[in-house]
């Protein structure tokens, strides 16, 4: 155990990567070893080395479980988080990150509610990477303060609009001639917990006809590719097809569209 803390303790990032490694295994057998490393994670969290900075996060993602070592780094990842000069590389380890901290101890965000708002503010990207990452934090915020989370509907809809109607989507996120299914799959899942009643959530009617078409056209581009001789196609198109249904129940879009779909 000592020798994997020397090597956590290394400049060297290959050396590093190997104590942080070894620790995990350590601490996966033992969890009250942790305590004698949170300070040099904290350490790695704060480095400017942005592979210093991975590792940790990664260490906080796959090994921080106690509501006290969640506090202890809830303002360092949140501060990789919202860091205007950071690569969105390692914002997205610190999604995943804060997305552990937070499932350890939810009271993070009632210390900090203003910490929401700026969260959902990084959905605006053109990162779809970052923006896979984001939902799944978002998704898991929204189920323990939906009301604080509603605002960032129109963000959600502008992105689905850009990938399904718009057919707006970076080569490496394309999938056998879907635009970033992946992303598409987390978004509609989102809305359906940011809609859970139609008749009980105030939204606009530009909004509203936006969702409602997206979900119009995904249906209709699923149903078109489901007899494709490219298996990954059709599993992919009936993917889409059913998270399309799913909202539109969420939203009252045209049960005769649902019907012919399923």
């Known amino acids: 155990f000592n020798e994997s803390i020397d090597l956590m303790n290394s400049k060297l990032y290959s050396e590093k990567s190997i104590g942080y490694l070894a620790l995990n295994l350590f601490i996966s057998i033992d969890p009250s070893l942790i ?10 969290l704060n480095s400017n080395d942005e592979n210093f900075n991975c590792l940790a996060l990664h260490f906080i993602s ?29 914002k997205k380890k610190a999604c995943l990150a804060f997305l552990k901290l937070i499932k350890a101890d939810s009271s993070i965000l009632l210390r900090h509610p203003d910490w929401i708002q700026k969260i959902l ?14 939902t799944s934090l978002i998704e898991y915020i929204a189920k323990l303060d939906y009301n604080s989370c509603k605002p960032i509907i129109p963000v959600v809809a502008n992105h689905l609009k850009k990938l399904i109607v718009n057919d707006i989507c970076p080569t ?28 009980e959530i105030d939204i606009d009617t530009l909004t509203l006809d936006l969702i409602q078409s997206i979900i119009h056209k995904t249906i209709s581009i699923s149903i078109s590719k489901r007899n494709s001789k490219s298996l990954e ?7 889409l097809l059913f998270g399309a249904i799913s909202l539109a129940a969420h939203i009252n879009s045209s049960q005769d569209e649902s019907i012919a779909a399923a």
Do not use: H, M
């Not at 305590?35 to 790695?44: Q, T």
């Not at 503010?121 to 984001?134: M, N």
């Not at 999938?175 to 859970?196: A, D, H, K, N, T």
């Open 35 to 44: 305590d004698a490393i949170l300070e040099r994670v904290k350490r790695d």
């Open 62 to 90: 796959s090994s921080i479980d106690d509501p006290s070592n969640a506090q202890f780094f809830e303002n360092d990842v949140f501060l990789l988080l919202r860091s205007p000069t950071i690569s969105n590389l390692i």
């Open 172 to 199: 490496g996120y394309y999938y056998y001639g879907f635009s970033c299914p992946w992303l598409v799959i987390r978004l509609f899942s989102l809305l359906e917990i940011l809609i859970p009643d139609i008749d």
């Open 233 to 239: 196609t059709r599993n992919t198109a009936s993917f």
């Open 121 to 134: 503010s990084l959905l605006d990207t053109d990162d779809l990477g970052l923006a896979i990452s984001l």
